[in-house]
């Protein structure tokens, strides 16, 4: 049984930084593409940021590009997201999620990925 669990939301001012992480449990053996969403109050929820398991390829959202960096640390099975320079619009609450087997059309089809963290909520505000 797989379980993700993000971590490591608050309330921050526009300028600061957070770093989420996401706890996967339940994997063996297989090997899963892990990333993060967010959903911002009257809005859906859209790819921020994904990694590899172990072929260590990357990518972001244009939004965030240049002030969020993802990682990850096989040996917990945890991918962090480092997130710097935070603005309002970053106001969210943030899920990992996790993809078994092949992507479908790329990282940010939400709707592909088998499992889901219960999320953590960012808030950045003066």
């Known amino acids: 049984q797989v379980q993700l669990v993000e971590s490591g939301g608050g309330l921050v001012q526009p300028g600061e930084s957070l770093r989420l992480s996401c706890a996967a449990s339940?994997?063996?053996?297989?090997?899963?593409?892990i990333a993060w969403f967010r959903q911002a109050p009257g809005k859906e929820r859209e790819g921020v940021s994904y990694?590899?398991?172990?072929?260590?390829?990357?990518d972001y959202a244009d939004s965030v590009k240049g002030r969020f960096t993802i990682s990850r640390d096989n040996g917990k099975k945890t991918v962090w997201l480092q997130m710097n320079m935070l603005t309002p619009e970053d106001t969210a609450v943030y899920y990992c999620a996790a993809k078994r087997g092949s992507l479908i059309n790329g990282w940010k089809m939400k709707q592909q990925y088998n499992y889901w963290g219960q999320g953590t909520r960012v808030t950045v505000s003066s």
């Open positions: 990694i590899s398991w172990l072929g260590g390829s990357t």
């Open positions: 339940g994997f063996t053996t297989d090997y899963y593409t």
